[in-house]
């Protein structure tokens, strides 16, 4: 998916965790306009199903990562899922480790632009964790997915409080993108996600592996020059 950016010669490679292609669409061009928009098909429904599927060779590239899954050190899931950032990245600079909010329980996206502006390099990837919950946007929901089925199945949460905590998580990470994208000096940049993530449809939530659910394989691909923004 992303092996035709990653050849060129410098880039920066945004990476929205949990980032629906329809959420995305609908709220793209208010924060940054401009670019060129496609639905590409992620190689995985969870995160480490798309590292894995992904990222198969080395990269001579700085990764900046708020995701649990890649750090500095190899990590091993329950699940028998296994991904080292070290084998695969040049230098991975690790967030999650060293940037988390007890308070919000995420890595806050003004954490990764003051971490992404001071390791600038010819090639990055730059991952925020938003708009995977928790939402800490405009309208709050600080709990993970679980947390907020449950609520839901309990009658205290309604789908519509949900969804509109996702787009407003997904709101406030762009509104950190665009402010960002403005201070790097790379011309390419390209906006993606990892997976999408289910928000009630069937009853179901979060972002389950080896899913071929469209909501969930359906990913923005968001092209754009940084020269081109106001």
């Known amino acids: 998916m992303l092996e035709g950016v990653m050849v060129r010669k410098e880039w920066a490679i945004i990476i929205l ?9 609908k709220v793209i061009y208010n924060y940054i306009p401009g670019g060129v928009l496609q639905a590409r098909r992620s190689p995985g429904s969870c995160t ?3 590292l ?7 990269y001579d590239c700085v990764v900046i990562s708020s995701n649990g899954f890649l750090q500095d050190r190899p990590i091993k899931h329950p699940d028998g899922w296994y991904f080292s950032g070290p084998e695969h ?11 988390w909010s007890d308070e919000l329980m995420t890595v806050p996206p003004w954490e990764v632009n003051k971490v992404a502006l001071e ?12 708009p995977h919950f928790p939402a800490i946007g405009k309208v709050k929901l600080i709990m993970n997915a679980n947390q907020i089925k449950k609520m839901w199945k309990a ?9 509109l905590a996702y787009e407003y998580n997904l ?9 960002l994208i403005r201070k790097l000096p790379h011309n390419l940049i390209v906006i993606t996600s990892d997976h999408g993530e289910l928000l009630g449809e069937g009853g179901k939530f979060n972002h389950p592996c080896c899913s071929n659910s469209p909501i969930l394989r359906t990913v923005p691909f968001y092209v754009i020059n940084s020269r081109n923004l106001a």
Do not use: P
């Not at 040049?90 to 060293?98: A, C, E, G, R, T």
């Open 89 to 99: 990245f040049k230098k991975v600079v690790n967030l999650f480790s060293h940037n």
């Open 17 to 25: 965790d949990a980032c629906r292609y329809d959420y995305f669409k």
């Open 119 to 130: 390791n600038i390099e010819d090639r990055m990837l730059i991952w925020y964790i938003q």
């Open 48 to 50: 480490l199903e798309f």
């Open 52 to 58: 894995n599927n992904e990222f198969k060779g080395f």
């Open 171 to 179: 709101r406030l990470v762009l509104s950190y993108v665009a402010e």
């Open 155 to 163: 009658g205290r949460l309604s789908l519509s409080t949900i969804r």
